[in-house]
């Protein structure tokens, strides 16, 4: 074991990897406990009715923010990986596409708004937000850093990002600001963002800003690859986020803030399976080129290990919602104890949908599980429409749960090519106790 230690801190191609993926994890868990901890701060100063309507405006924003990525995020990395010499080109290209996307979406807004029941005062906060979608522009650089695999730049422009903003709404929450001053941050943040991105490429990159051209052939090629992730980014989005439009349309905004107050507790524990899911793959992956045995073995074993850590975190924030809720918030979102229990229902559904996407990839079942997804959105809106204006955020949370058991579990069922790990699901769960490291 310490040979092989030994053998893999002098490889440099293993050296590089495991340093860019620790600079990512590392940033990943900062910014969850910063986050929920200023979030929560947020919350608490606001209350219900204003965090509710700046959830809302955000959740509005992203229905339609996918248009403004175009898909192209995974695209262009991968042109970058295998054409470094195209660097400029598609960089460039790429930078104006997103711009174009960036402006597409402000115009999509001002007239979706028509179609709501948002005041002037909702609007100002929804296109403030929207704006900050231009400075999303200037993540191509992400997309060069993560193809040279140089991931500490990315860290270092989201923390200086993180912590600005941070500062930012500690210091407005101490000087009493309006509701509109926090939407003001998120502009700011992608202003900060942007700037702190085009600072680390410029000075570890050849790359200067002349170099940003748009090449027409370039874009079409990227669009032709990219429209998929569209589509896919679009239905995954409108799952995440469709619940507080609802909610805010057919309720009102205070039950919104109870509503995200809620999902940000659970959303918080999301980066856990994701981290698994990269650390593990690769062995699960390699694992099927060996042996079919093997392979079922560690999906097995990566199941138990996600319903594991499901109930690690669900049993107490089951048990005791109410009081965290109380704790975190104050007693003015005392009503969120029963929703926050209730959203723990979610939390297996999140940790087994990303465990099953490992043996999606694998499979390369990518189309049937954009269908799943779509299939699990529509039931979605359809059970909200219905239920929201039945029992609230209870009916939102409800329809959601539905709807990932159909995305993850039922139409798996009745496809032959996934009906075994849908066994291999159940089964997990029943001897989750039968965890075996050595297998996983």
């Given at each position: 074991?310490?040979?092989?230690?030994?053998?893999?801190?002098?490889?440099?191609?293993?050296?590089?990897?495991?340093?860019?993926?620790?600079?990512?994890?590392?940033?990943?868990?900062?910014?969850?406990?910063?986050?929920?901890?200023?979030?929560?701060?947020?919350?608490?100063y606001l209350g219900p009715e204003k965090f509710g309507l700046l959830s809302y405006a955000l959740s509005f924003v992203?229905?339609?923010?996918?248009?403004?990525?175009?898909?192209?995020?995974?695209?262009?990395?991968?042109?970058?990986?295998?054409?470094?010499?195209?660097?400029?080109?598609?960089?460039?290209?790429?930078?104006?596409?997103?711009?174009?996307?960036?402006?597409?979406?402000?115009?999509?807004?001002?007239?979706?708004?028509?179609?709501?029941?948002?005041?002037?005062?909702?609007?100002?906060?929804?296109?403030i937000i929207a704006s900050a979608l231009i400075f999303q522009s200037f993540n191509v650089v992400d997309f060069y850093?993560?193809?040279?695999?140089?991931?500490?730049?990315?860290?270092?422009?989201?923390?200086?990002?993180?912590?600005?903003?941070?500062?930012?709404?500690?210091?407005?929450?101490?000087?009493?600001?309006?509701?509109?001053?926090?939407?003001?941050?998120?502009?700011?943040?992608?202003?900060?963002?942007?700037?702190?991105?085009?600072?680390?490429?410029?000075?570890?990159?050849?790359?200067?800003?002349?170099?940003?051209?748009?090449?027409?052939?370039?874009?079409?090629?990227?669009?032709?690859?990219?429209?998929?992730?569209?589509?896919?980014?679009?239905?995954?989005?409108?799952?995440?986020?469709?619940?507080?439009?609802?909610?805010?349309?057919?309720?009102?905004?205070?039950?919104?803030?109870?509503?995200?107050?809620?999902?940000?507790?659970?959303?918080?524990?999301?980066?856990?399976?994701?981290?698994?899911?990269?650390?593990?793959?690769?062995?699960?992956?390699?694992?099927?080129?060996?042996?079919?045995?093997?392979?079922?073995?560690?999906?097995?074993?990566?199941?138990?290990?996600?319903?594991?850590?499901?109930?690690?975190?669900?049993?107490?924030?089951?048990?005791?919602?109410?009081?965290?809720?109380?704790?975190?918030?104050?007693?003015?979102?005392?009503?969120?104890?029963?929703?926050?229990?209730?959203?723990?229902?979610?939390?297996?559904?999140?940790?087994?949908?990303?465990?099953?996407?490992?043996?999606?990839?694998?499979?390369?079942?990518?189309?049937?599980?954009?269908?799943?997804?779509?299939?699990?959105?529509?039931?979605?809106?359809?059970?909200?429409?219905?239920?929201?204006?039945?029992?609230?955020?209870?009916?939102?949370?409800?329809?959601?749960?539905?709807?990932?058991?159909?995305?993850?579990?039922?139409?798996d069922i009745f496809y032959s090519k996934t009906r075994h790990n849908v066994i291999l699901q159940v089964k997990s769960?029943?001897?989750?106790?039968?965890?075996?490291?050595?297998?996983?």
């Open positions: 074991m310490v040979s092989i230690i030994k053998f893999l801190k002098n490889h440099q191609g293993f050296m590089k990897y495991f340093k860019n993926t620790s600079w990512l994890f590392a940033e990943k868990i900062l910014r969850m406990v910063v986050g929920l901890l200023v979030g929560v701060w947020v919350a608490r992203g229905l339609f923010s996918i248009v403004a990525t175009f898909g192209l995020d995974e695209i262009v990395v991968r042109e970058l990986v295998k054409v470094e010499n195209r660097r400029d080109e598609l960089i460039g290209t790429a930078f104006w596409l997103k711009l174009f996307g960036a402006f597409v979406v402000l115009l999509a807004l001002a007239f979706a708004v028509n179609f709501t029941s948002n005041d002037d005062n909702s609007n100002i906060l929804v296109f850093f993560q193809s040279k695999v140089m991931g500490k730049f990315i860290v270092y422009a989201n923390l200086i990002s993180l912590f600005t903003s941070s500062i930012v709404k500690i210091t407005l929450i101490l000087n009493d600001a309006s509701l509109i001053a926090f939407a003001w941050v998120v502009l700011f943040d992608g202003f900060i963002l942007a700037c702190g991105f085009i600072y680390f490429f410029l000075k570890h990159s050849t790359f200067r800003i002349k170099n940003l051209i748009f090449y027409k052939s370039t874009a079409i090629y990227l669009l032709k690859d990219s429209w998929p992730l569209i589509f896919s980014g679009a239905v995954l989005m409108i799952q995440a986020r469709i619940d507080q439009v609802m909610i805010k349309e057919m309720i009102n905004s205070t039950e919104v803030g109870y509503y995200s107050a809620a999902i940000r507790l659970i959303e918080a524990f999301g980066f856990i399976p994701v981290m698994l899911k990269t650390s593990l793959y690769p062995s699960i992956l390699n694992s099927r080129k060996d042996s079919i045995e093997l392979y079922q073995n560690r999906l097995l074993n990566f199941y138990r290990l996600n319903f594991i850590l499901f109930l690690a975190v669900a049993i107490p924030l089951f048990l005791f919602s109410e009081q965290i809720v109380i704790l975190l918030y104050g007693i003015e979102y005392q009503s969120v104890g029963i929703l926050l229990s209730l959203m723990v229902i979610r939390l297996f559904f999140a940790n087994m949908g990303v465990a099953r996407g490992a043996y999606i990839i694998s499979e390369n079942l990518m189309i049937f599980s954009l269908i799943t997804m779509t299939l699990g959105t529509i039931t979605n809106v359809v059970l909200n429409y219905f239920w929201i204006p039945l029992y609230a955020s209870k009916g939102a949370i409800i329809a959601t749960i539905i709807s990932f058991s159909v995305s993850i579990f039922v139409v769960i029943i001897t989750f106790y039968k965890l075996n490291i050595n297998k996983s």
